[in-house]
């Protein structure tokens, strides 16, 4: 009976074992019984709290002063002028004059003078050697020869060096330029001078020199005449002075047409002559309108056309009987057609003639003259001037293709590339 009972008990010691483990499973809030954690034991580390820096460009901020920046010196030559400008004043213009620009080399390596240039050929510059040790000093010697100048002048000699701070230096050379023989006005213009009646207008010669003196006066051309006459003393811009007048004239003899020409003042000494300009034109009878034909610019084969009118200055009757074409320098016509036409709406008749033509293939300059004949005794042909340029074509250039690669050689038996076929 005794043994029933220990049996019993331990069955029901298994179920109650069972339940319990199920409702474990069954119901999540249950919480298994975990095993004891194991106590490391800690120590206290001191920590350091910075505050945060303010950035300099903050509010009521004062930005940290900052020191002068120390300066490198140069491990080369520097270059260093006493003076980049000289103004040589008032001077004549029948001597040369000099002046020399020091420099001084301020670097710790040696400086090399590479080239000195001037601007113009009146400044020319001259050293003594290229090489300057450092702490060494030269001199460049400029020369400027004020010949054939006159008024206020401004040249430069620029010095390139191998200083690394200033490669070029610009040297400035001023003067005023006072010649010693000046002509005044330097260009005689005549204007209109009608056919026959001839004009004659004076310039005049002044001379700072009391020995040199005028001697004669020469056009140059065959329309023109000058006429040197006695000088007289006289004072300009505080200064006693000689001055000589000179006579120029366009003759009554002189064609129909532009004068240009020059005048030649020779003086008493040996290769002085002064040339001054004289221009002005001869009117005839017929007026041409306009004077000359103006083709402006033109491109290669371009079609162009001009007219002009011719009418009578004076009231005399005339008559135009041939139209040609003269073109410069044994140049081919440029015009095909020289049309005339009769304008019977005005008294005494007048003429328009208008040109038809192409611009020439090759670039460059077209003039020539277009003759026009009259039955005027005193007039019996008139130029009228024609003027233009051809602008060249613009070359073509041919586009540079790649070569087409070379043809690929079909793979030989036996190639590596492609099995041959079983």
Not at 1 to 29: E, W, Y
């Amino acid at each position: 009976m005794a043994r029933k009972k220990t049996i019993l008990l331990a069955v029901l010691s298994a179920c109650g074992m069972a339940v319990t483990t199920l409702a474990q499973d069954t119901n999540p809030s249950v919480t298994p019984k975990q095993p004891p954690v194991k106590q490391v034991p800690t120590r206290e580390i001191p920590v350091k709290v910075v505050p945060p820096q303010l950035s300099p460009s903050a509010p009521g901020v004062k930005a940290p002063e900052k020191g002068p920046v120390p300066e490198v010196p140069s491990q080369g030559g520097k270059v260093v002028f006493a003076d980049l400008t000289h103004d040589f004043g008032i001077i004549s213009d029948d001597k040369t004059v000099e002046f020399e620009y020091k420099f001084k080399n301020e670097g710790t390596g040696p400086l090399t003078i590479v080239k000195t240039q001037g601007s113009c050929g009146c400044t020319v510059p001259a050293l003594a050697k290229l090489e300057y040790a450092p702490g060494e000093e030269g001199a460049i010697k400029i020369q400027f020869n004020p010949n054939h100048k006159r008024g206020p002048q401004h040249t430069t000699v620029t010095v390139s060096t191998n200083d690394d701070s200033s490669r070029n230096v610009v040297l400035n050379v001023k003067s005023d330029v006072r010649p010693m023989v000046t002509v005044d006005p330097q260009v005689v213009s005549m204007g209109e001078v009608p056919k026959g009646k001839g004009k004659t207008m004076t310039v005049t010669v002044t001379s700072r020199k009391k020995d040199l003196t005028v001697v004669g006066a020469q056009a140059t051309i065959a329309s023109a005449a000058a006429k040197a006459l006695p000088g007289v003393e006289a004072e300009v811009n505080g200064e006693q002075v000689w001055q000589y007048p000179i006579e120029v004239s366009v003759l009554p003899t002189a064609p129909v047409g532009q004068v240009v020409g020059n005048i030649a003042v020779r003086t008493n000494e040996d290769g002085r002559v002064v040339n001054f300009t004289v221009q002005g034109e001869v009117i005839g009878d017929v007026a041409v309108n306009p004077p000359r034909v103006q083709l402006a610019a033109l491109t290669p084969g371009q079609v162009m056309s001009a007219t002009a009118t011719l009418k009578s200055r004076n009231g005399k009757a005339f008559k135009v009987l041939k139209v040609e074409e003269a073109p410069a320098n044994n140049a081919a016509p440029v015009f095909k057609t020289l049309d005339v036409k009769e304008d019977t709406n005005t008294t005494p008749v007048s003429y328009m003639i208008t040109l038809a033509g192409q611009a020439p293939t090759n670039g460059g300059a077209v003039s020539g003259s277009i003759i026009v004949s009259t039955d005027l005794s005193d007039e019996p042909q008139i130029k009228v001037p024609y003027y233009g340029f051809v602008r060249a074509a613009p070359k073509q250039v041919p586009i540079q293709r790649a070569p087409a690669p070379a043809p690929t050689a079909p793979e030989a038996p036996g190639s590596s590339l492609i099995p041959n076929p079983k």
